[in-house]
Each structure stands twice: as structure tokens, then as C-alpha cells.
């Protein structure tokens, strides 16, 4: 579901760690906010490190939100 919604390392920067940590607590409710927030530090570290922030070609990501 987090792909679905930030498709791109793009995406998760733009949206932030707050809206981040606010869809961890929506997909996963059974666990606390500090992990949310956690999980949401260790998402935005990880797409900042990409080293293809943006997508070159839209019909990979096209392609893969089909296959989900």
C-alpha cells in the first residue's frame, strides 16, 4: 500500500516524514506511533540515499502500480 501511495523516492521527500509516519499508523494500527515514526525516518533516509530520485521513464512506474 506505501508504494501504491509514494511511487517514488521523489514522492516520499515530498511528502514528508510527518505524512509518512501518518500513513505507517493508517496500514499499520496494531503498532505504536513511536515505530511509525521510526519506520517513516528509516523510509525518508532511504530516499534521499537513492540515486535515482527521479523517474526517467514513467512507464516503468506505470507498469508497476498495473502489477500490484
Known amino acids: 500500500m506505501m508504494l501504491k501511495e509514494y511511487p517514488t523516492s521523489e514522492a516520499v521527500l515530498t ?3 510527518s505524512r509518512l509516519a501518518e500513513s ?3 496500514f499499520c494500527p496494531s503498532r505504536s506511533g513511536e515505530w511509525a515514526w521510526e519506520k517513516a525516518k528509516k523510509i525518508m533516509d532511504s530516499a534521499s540515499r ?3 530520485q527521479k523517474n526517467v ?3 516503468h512506474e506505470k507498469a508497476i502500480i498495473k502489477m500490484m
Do not use: L, M, Q, T
Request: aromatic share 16%; glycine share 8%.
Open 15 to 17: 511528502a514528508g516524514e
Open 24 to 26: 505507517v499508523i493508517e
Open 50 to 52: 537513492n540515486p535515482f
Open 57 to 59: 521513464y514513467e512507464s
